[in-house]
């Protein structure tokens, strides 16, 4: 291929395979699009007649152990594979990818998403009709079809004591919340927002070149808020498009670690806390999210120990017990943000 292409699609992948292929498919399935690799000779061989945009793929491979990479290696290649033999993480992975890639814009797209024919096309084009927009978030929808919220107003202070926290069981239905999903925008309206979820972001090269990439100080989650505020804040606009559609399977890699999921999580909210409105709001935030934690494995506990006297719990004991260890792991983290 003569020149840079058009789009760069990075995925990052961790013991998915089969959810991966599928994805890589549903690249191939895309309209308006031709895919290429950086050798002339290993081309997608059902790419579509190419209707003005190229694309190459790259995957990044956090040492998987499930067979990815022998999957790519025989079924795919077309694609650039990047093989760690360590975990590296979320967020290192896509900078991994992002520095290799050549394309005038990037597709940051988990392996557990599907596209639907037109979402590229879609994207691709709205981005070429608005050069201010330096990100755009498609609509993402369950593997049932049912809406996932996707696109956010930045948190305020209040927004960490709430969201994802036993509060927010307790109070789904709040003002705080619903000003940070924007519930108040129209699911099916093209919309200014403050950032979208990271399964699928299409990010302007320009923007990456003016700000860097993802903060590695994230291992995971909170990667995506953070490159949006960035970006915002040096004068890009971030949209949310519905018309382009996207599945997600959602937390496919992160369900095989339920503990690591939550230390990663909150621990990653308490960093961006931190950094952005300084170390007491953060210690705050860590204090009270680790007490959630208190509650949750004390809860758990009074449920395993009712098992015992009471028959129809006696069922759930093995999933209470292994909540109550995964608790214990959170406790015992400290919910302590890396540097």
């Known amino acids: 291929m003569n020149g840079a292409p058009d789009l760069s699609v990075v995925i990052v992948n961790w013991n998915v395979r089969e959810l991966l292929r599928r994805c890589l498919e549903s690249i191939l399935d895309s309209d308006a699009l031709s895919v290429t690799g950086s050798d002339p000779d290993a081309c997608a061989p059902r790419s579509p ?16 152990t499930d067979g990815s990479v022998a999957m790519l290696t025989a079924d795919y290649p077309w694609v650039r594979v990047v093989a760690n033999s360590d975990n590296l993480g979320f967020t290192r992975a896509n900078n991994q990818g992002m ?34 927009v330096g990100v755009i978030g498609p609509q993402l929808r369950y593997g049932d079809g049912s ?31 619903t000003r940070y999903y924007a519930l108040d925008l129209p699911d ?10 990271g399964a699928c972001m299409l990010v302007r090269r320009a923007v990456v070149d003016q700000i860097g ?49 939550h230390i990663r999580f909150h621990s990653s909210r308490v960093r961006y806390v931190r950094k952005y409105q300084g170390r007491l709001a953060a210690a705050l935030v860590q204090s009270f999210l680790l007490l959630t934690f208190v509650y949750q494995w ?10 015992f006297v009471v028959p129809s719990q006696r069922a759930q004991q093995t999933m209470r017990r292994a909540r109550m260890t995964a608790y214990g792991q959170v406790l015992r983290s400290g919910l302590r943000p890396q540097p």
């Open 49 to 64: 007649t190419d209707q003005g945009w190229t694309a190459e793929v790259i995957v990044v491979d956090n040492a998987s």
């Open 99 to 132: 520095a290799i890639s050549r394309g005038h814009s990037l597709l940051l797209l988990n392996p557990d998403t599907e596209l639907a024919p037109d979402a590229l096309s879609q994207m691709l084009r709205y981005s070429a009709a608005q050069p201010q």
């Open 147 to 177: 809406l996932q919220s996707s696109r956010r107003r930045f948190p305020t202070l209040l927004t960490f004591f709430l969201e994802s926290t036993v509060v927010q069981r307790w109070w789904p239905r709040n003002r705080v919340l």
């Open 188 to 197: 099916d309206a093209v919309s200014q927002v403050d950032w979208v979820v």
């Open 213 to 261: 990439g993802f903060d590695e100080g994230f291992f995971m989650y909170s990667e995506e808020l953070d490159l949006c505020r960035r970006a915002v804040d040096a004068g890009w606009q971030v949209v949310y498009l519905p018309s382009a559609l996207v599945t997600h399977y959602e937390g496919k890699s992160s369900e095989q670690a339920v503990a690591a999921r």
């Open 298 to 307: 004390l809860e758990e506990a009074a449920k395993w120990l009712a098992g």
